[in-house]
């Protein structure tokens, strides 16, 4: 492999050009202290007493045992303002999805007793408080991620940093995008060479949900040494934030011509979490695809307008498909009228074998984790590793709650065994 730094150019030459981005990697002041309370404050859903599904009441049993009265006062000003705010977020939510005034008024009043998102109820589809006994809410998913972890990979470098876990792949020999270069600090760094005409795409190392992806696209002729390094040196300009960031460049992969019907030329992925069993082998818990709802996306992630739809884990059969975070119900494709419900996913038993075995070999003192595996033309490739898939997106995919699941029997038990070991509160993470 080549191993070469090159300083940007002078002058940028007309010939290279980036083409397309999804959405921007936001990086000011707002973001990031939303992602440092997202990842180091857990809500506790209620003041004394949690308000929460049956299989997690030990858990929040434990905690509540371990408030004191500065938590318990701050859990009651929390409390009287989310009561506060939920006739208005509830409108909202209504106006959204399209539903009447009698749903907002019946979720209205399933949310204050159950202290939960209107949101939530839209994605679930709930109609009766009782049905909540099973769900992970949208704010649960990330505090219980953290408090199953083992504390030593708790935030992991190697599931939060998609270099990190490239080279990772790449000395374990596991299929993964080749990674053209690197650039970070002002510097691009290659460690291969691109071809001229080529798309490549360019990714944050530490990024989540698609945003900041860009595709670019290499002029036919010319050096293409040059022009990957021309395009990076004007994304430096223009991209807001690009030097705070280490960004990786990647092959473009093409997705298998079985699924274009459903994906158009954008690469599909399937959402896998494993899960270590009782005896501390990886089980897969959850199966979804993502696939775009516009062919003229870049990525298929749920959060910039993406679909899923559930795989059966046997077959690798696909069911109805559905929009991931606003209204859509789907059982043939919204754009191409290809049918969903009945695909096949290509390499199924590969696809399976390949995130146990790398979750057993690489990963063995994570509890869960979620992996992200492109279905190409050329095989299953691994994307990322996820230390707190979203629970929300199985929930929603499948159309049924994860408590009686075998992923809310192992995250019940896991949840009790970090309490046996005493495991102390979670490190903060900056």
């Not at 509540?64 to 938590?71: E, F, K, N, V």
């Not at 036919?220 to 990076?232: E, K, W, Y």
Request: glycine share 8%; net charge positive; charged share 25%.
């Amino acid at each position: 492999m080549l191993h070469a730094n090159i300083s940007p150019p002078s002058a940028l030459p007309h010939t290279a050009t980036a083409t397309r981005s999804a959405a921007s990697v936001k990086l000011g002041l707002r973001h990031r202290l939303y992602d440092l309370l997202r990842l180091n404050f857990a809500l506790f859903p209620g003041i004394r007493q949690a308000r929460s599904a049956t299989f997690l009441q030990p858990h929040y049993a434990h905690r509540a045992a371990r408030q004191g009265l500065p938590r318990i006062a701050f859990n009651a000003l929390v409390f009287v303002a989310f009561q506060t705010w939920l006739p208005f977020r509830t409108r909202a939510v209504a106006r959204k999805w399209g539903h009447d005034r009698i749903w907002e008024k019946r979720t209205l009043q399933i949310c204050r007793s159950r202290f939960v998102d209107p949101n939530d109820i839209a994605l679930f589809r709930i109609e009766q408080a009782g049905q909540l006994d099973d769900y992970v809410r949208r704010f649960e998913h990330i505090p219980l991620g953290r408090a199953m972890a083992h504390a030593e990979s708790d935030h992991s470098a190697l599931l939060i940093d998609k270099l990190h876990f490239y080279q990772t792949c790449n000395a374990g020999n596991l299929p993964h995008p080749e990674v053209i270069a690197y650039d970070e600090a002002g510097l691009l760094r290659l460690d291969a060479k691109p071809n001229a005409g080529e798309t490549l795409f360019v990714k944050p190392a530490c990024g989540s949900g698609g945003r900041g992806a860009i595709e670019i696209e290499l002029p036919a002729d010319g050096d293409p040494v040059a022009h990957l390094q021309t395009i990076v040196a004007g994304l430096r300009q223009r991209e807001k934030g690009w030097d705070k960031q280490c960004w990786i460049i990647q092959r473009r992969l093409q997705p298998h011509p079985q699924l274009r019907a459903l994906c158009g030329p954008v690469l599909p992925t399937a959402r896998l979490i494993t899960m270590l069993d009782e005896r501390g082998r990886p089980e897969i818990v959850s199966t979804v695809l993502r696939f775009p709802a516009r062919f003229d996306a870049i990525v298929d992630n749920i959060g910039l307008g993406g679909l899923s739809a559930p795989i059966d884990a046997d077959s690798g059969e696909l069911g109805a498909g559905c929009a991931g975070m606003r209204p859509g119900e789907y059982r043939e494709h919204p754009e191409s009228g290809a049918a969903i419900e009945g695909c096949t996913i290509p390499f199924w038993p590969d696809i399976r074998e390949l995130v146990e075995r790398c979750h057993a070999n690489h990963f063995s003192d994570h509890v869960m984790v979620g992996w992200d595996v492109a279905i190409a033309d050329t095989g299953p490739a691994l994307l990322e590793a996820n230390a707190r898939p979203s629970i929300i997106l199985a929930q929603r995919a499948t159309r049924k709650p994860v408590g009686p699941t075998r992923m809310g029997q192992l995250m019940a038990f896991h949840l009790e065994a970090r309490r046996q070991e005493g495991k102390g509160r979670n490190r903060i993470i900056m």
